[in-house]
């Protein structure tokens, strides 16, 4: 993992998650944020999210 920047021609794939509002509303403040603060992208700061929680898990 840690794939670094995407590549723009890297196809994606779509992960739905069901999370209460107050949640959504959290995830979405914080990602805010992080983009602000790094200048980096919403697929990059998604990305690392989800790498996070698999190496959290071990997965």
């Known amino acids: 993992m840690g794939a670094g920047p995407l590549d723009p021609g890297e196809e994606l794939a779509e992960l739905k998650l069901k999370?209460?509002?107050?949640?959504?509303?959290?995830?979405?403040?914080?990602?805010?944020?992080?983009?602000?603060?790094?200048?980096?992208?919403?697929?990059?700061?998604?990305q690392e999210m989800v790498e996070d929680f698999l190496v959290k898990h071990g997965c």
């Not at 979405?28 to 980096?40: D, F, K, V």
């Open 19 to 46: 999370i209460s509002p107050e949640l959504f509303r959290a995830f979405q403040r914080c990602s805010w944020i992080i983009i602000h603060e790094t200048g980096r992208t919403q697929l990059e700061v998604m």
